[in-house]
Nanobody
Framework: QVQLVESGGGLVQPGNSLRLSCATS????????IGWFRQAPGLEREGVSC????????YYADSVKGRFTISRDNAKSTVYLQMNSLKPEDTAVYYC??????????????????????????WGQGTQVTVSS
């Protein structure tokens, strides 16, 4: 079955960096895009970044532009989120999620909103990122 496993979270001081990984497996059909999301206590899940599998198009939330970089290694079936210049407000559980190409063919291209959680069908278990001095 489809699995997404996040890793790389931890405790860092403000200004430092972390790289999150999202290892994917079990896709019998190609995924269309992988998104990164985060959820802080008491807040709604929010989109952070997204990358498409085919052409590598990337999307970022305004709050992370210039600090975070998403990338993919299709040979390793892994998507990365490099997070630099971390701030205390980046503290959250970070999740990766996937939407299959087949799902978009059924729902239509307008379904794809890269930073909207409801776009995605498959989710990892999350990894905690804490930014604190």
């Amino acid at each position: 079955q489809v699995q997404l496993v996040e890793s790389g979270g931890g405790l860092v001081q403000p200004g430092n960096s972390l790289r999150l990984s999202c290892a994917t497996s079990g896709f019998t059909l190609d995924y269309y895009a992988i998104g990164w999301f985060r959820q802080a206590p008491g807040l709604e899940r929010e989109g952070v970044s997204c990358i498409s599998r085919s052409d590598g198009s990337t999307y970022y939330a305004d709050s992370v532009k210039g600090r975070f970089t998403i990338s993919r290694d299709n040979a390793k079936s892994t998507v990365y989120l490099q997070m630099n210049s971390l701030k205390p407000e980046d503290t959250a559980v970070y999740y990766c999620a996937a939407i299959l190409s087949a799902a978009l063919r059924v729902r239509g291209s307008s379904w794809f909103q890269p930073l909207r959680p409801a776009t995605y069908d498959y989710w990892g278990q999350g990894t905690q990122v804490t930014v604190s001095s």
